[in-house]
Nanobody, 122 residues
């Protein structure tokens, strides 16, 4: 049993900022990869950002590169997504995901998923 819990979603004006958090208190072993994904109705799920937990190297989707930052707090089992210069196109349900396999950082097929948190930019 692995549980991921997201928080921090809400509404923002275009050009504003939000920070999402993903807590992973129940895992038995260190994950190799954690990431953030988003989805809007009728569209395919999109990888927003992923982070290799051993090196802290991050990968960003082209639509958010330069605006969003993913990070991991090693003292607390939490991953963050800092979202700056938000645009209406960022409106989506955002999901936290994790996998013990680091190579999954380049995919959208991670093994564990949270329930999602809504972000609305208008």
């Amino acid at each position: 049993h692995v549980q991921l819990v997201e928080s921090g979603g809400g509404s923002a004006q275009p050009g504003g900022s939000l920070t999402l958090s993903c807590a992973s208190p129940d895992y038995a072993y260190e994950f190799g990869c954690m990431g953030w994904f988003r989805q809007v109705p009728g569209k395919e799920r999109e990888r927003v950002a992923s982070i290799y937990l051993s090196s802290h190297r991050a990968i960003y989707g082209s639509s958010v590169k330069g605006r969003f930052t993913i990070s991991r707090d090693n003292a607390e089992n939490t991953v963050y997504l800092q979202m700056n210069r938000l645009e209406p196109e960022d409106t989506a349900m955002y999901y936290c995901a994790a996998d013990y396999r680091p190579e999954r950082c380049t995919t959208d097929r991670l093994n564990y998923w949270g329930q999602g948190t809504q972000v609305t930019v208008s």
